[in-house]
Nanobody, 115 residues
Framework: QVQLVESGGGLVQPGGSLRLSCAAS????????MGWYRQAPGNQREAVAT???????NYADSVKGRFTISKDNAKNTVYLQMSSLKPEDAAVYYC?????????WGRGTQVTVSS
């Protein structure tokens, strides 16, 4: 059984930075896609950034150039470095793992961007 645990959310001023972490427990041996999604009140959950086990990354247009997704294979951990944060980036950020036909989700971490 795979579990995902996020950390790193919080309150930041516009223009600031935060780094989110997502640690996956369990045995992950083959191809996977890990990523970050976010959901603001009244909005649908949207993909922010994903990265494959082979290192291929994709980003939503709204975060390109500001967010960077990376991973540490040894720790089964994926990171989301967020810079130049805007109020519209505020949301609950969820970690996701797609592995062997299954979708796994973390419980989410709140990111608030406000002065």
């Amino acid at each position: 059984q795979v579990q995902l645990v996020e950390s790193g959310g919080g309150l930041v001023q516009p223009g600031g930075s935060l780094r989110l972490s997502c640690a996956a427990s369990g045995n992950i041996y083959s191809f996977y896609i890990m990523g970050w999604y976010r959901q603001a009140p009244g909005n649908q959950r949207e993909a922010v950034a994903t990265i494959t086990s082979t290192g291929s990354a994709n980003y939503a247009d709204s975060v390109k150039g500001r967010f960077t997704i990376s991973k540490d294979n040894a720790k089964n951990t994926v990171y989301l470095q967020m810079s130049s944060l805007k109020p519209e980036d505020a949301a609950v950020y969820y970690c996701n793992l797609k592995y062997r036909g299954y979708d796994y989700w973390g419980r989410g971490t709140q990111v608030t961007v406000s002065s």
